[in-house]
Each structure stands twice: as structure tokens, then as C-alpha cells.
């Protein structure tokens, strides 16, 4: 299927791989919502009957089948937004790093929910192995990008305002460097008598 084509062998342009990805990873996110939205609407019905009111009804459908809905819904929204990203970015390079990224994203969100995704067999055991050969992959290709990556999306070292968070690295050094330029940190401390009397 188109699903398992794209794995094993992905179009060659970024303009391709880009329209392939996302109709795919729109299809999969899509058919996630309408499993979780199925399954909730049956567990509250069968809890409405159980408890007869709508208070207890919702709060016992909600942690295991209504939070999950919420963020497979989430993870949706999130998946267009990634989209319209990559379809607005001109650099091919870039555009080849984000499609890897929406690639890596959508997998582990598959790879996680195993369960849903192979109801009505959607996906079969083959596509997870596949799949889980992929993620290594793409860890592995996007690892040398990564430093790049966080590096840009980091809040930078003057509104960060922390020591140990700066972008150098230098954890200990930078806490050295705040501790020695504190007002009076080689001054003896107002209550030194106070301990020299307990000796």
C-alpha cells in the first residue's frame, strides 16, 4: 500500500516527499481520532447506563478514553501546522530536515499506539517493523543536525538568565563565574563570631 511504498521507497524531490508525507501522516492521524472518538462515545454511553448520571459517566470515561481523543486531536492540529511549515520554507535543505522531523514525529506516535493503529487492520506487523527500522534511521540521520536545531530553537543566554543553561556548555565554570562576582563573596559572613564561640 501507499503507507509502505513511501517507507521503503520515498519520492526523490523534497516538493514529492513533502505532499507523500503529509498525505499519509494526514490519513493515519485522521483514522487515530475517528478510533478514540468511536471507542469514547461507546465506553460514555455504557457508563451512562451503568451510572445513570452524566457527572460520573464523564469522569469515568475520561482519563483512559476522552484524554487520549484530546490528544490524538492535538496531535492532528499539530501534524497541518507542521505541514504548512514545510510548505512555506524555501531552502531545500531545511525543507528536507523538517520533512525528517515530521517523519521521526509521526512514527513515534504510531510505534507508541500500536493498538489503535492496528484495529481494522489499518496497519499490520509488517508496517511496525518497518517503521521501527525507520526510527533509527532518521535518529541516526537527524543526530547531526541536532545540535543545529536546538541550538536555533533555544531561548537565548540573555533572557535564559541562568548559569547552568547558557549555550557554551560550561555549566560549572559559568556558576563559578556568578558566585565570585556576588557582592562580598570573599568576605567573612556578619555571624563568623557567632560560630568561632562555639568551638
Known amino acids: 500500500d501507499i503507507f509502505f511504498l513511501m517507507?521503503?521507497?520515498?519520492?526523490?524531490?523534497t516538493q514529492s516527499r513533502s505532499s507523500a508525507a503529509s498525505d499519509v501522516y494526514k490519513?493515519?492521524?485522521?483514522?487515530?481520532?475517528?478510533?478514540?472518538?468511536?471507542?469514547?462515545?461507546?465506553?460514555?454511553?455504557?457508563?451512562?447506563?451503568?451510572?445513570?448520571n452524566n457527572f460520573d459517566a464523564w469522569n469515568a470515561s475520561l482519563q483512559y478514553y476522552f484524554k487520549p481523543l484530546g490528544l490524538a486531536y492535538g496531535?492532528?492540529?499539530?501534524?497541518?501546522?507542521f505541514e504548512r511549515v514545510i510548505n512555506s520554507t524555501q531552502d531545500p535543505s531545511?525543507?528536507?530536515i523538517f520533512i525528517q522531523m515530521l517523519q521521526l514525529w509521526?512514527?513515534?506516535?504510531?510505534?507508541?499506539?500500536?493498538?489503535v493503529f492496528s484495529q481494522m487492520n489499518f496497519l499490520k506487523e509488517i508496517h511496525f517493523k518497518v517503521i521501527r527500522e525507520k526510527i533509527q534511521e532518521l535518529c541516526y540521520s537527524l543526530s547531526r543536525e541536532a545540535y543545529k536545531i536546538l541550538d536555533i530553537i533555544a531561548i537565548?543566554?540573555?533572557?535564559?538568565?541562568?548559569?547552568?543553561?547558557?549555550?557554551n556548555g560550561e555549566?560549572?565554570?559559568?556558576?563559578?563565574?556568578?558566585?565570585?562576582?556576588?557582592?562580598?563573596c570573599y568576605e567573612r559572613p556578619s555571624w563568623w563570631k557567632e560560630l568561632?564561640?562555639?568551638q
Not at 559559568?174 to 557582592?183: D, E, G, I, S, T
Open 27 to 52: 490519513r493515519q492521524m485522521q483514522f487515530r481520532v475517528n478510533v478514540l472518538a468511536h471507542s469514547s462515545t461507546m465506553k460514555l454511553q455504557q457508563n451512562m447506563s451503568k451510572y445513570g
Open 171 to 184: 555549566m560549572y565554570k559559568n556558576f563559578m563565574n556568578v558566585v565570585r562576582q556576588a557582592p562580598g
Open 7 to 13: 517507507i521503503r521507497r520515498p519520492p526523490r524531490s
Open 94 to 96: 531545511l525543507k528536507a
Open 156 to 167: 537565548p543566554d540573555e533572557i535564559l538568565g541562568a548559569p547552568i543553561g547558557l549555550s
Open 75 to 81: 496531535d492532528c492540529y499539530c501534524a497541518g501546522e
Open 106 to 115: 509521526a512514527f513515534e506516535i504510531i510505534e507508541k499506539d500500536q493498538h
Open 196 to 198: 568561632k564561640g562555639l
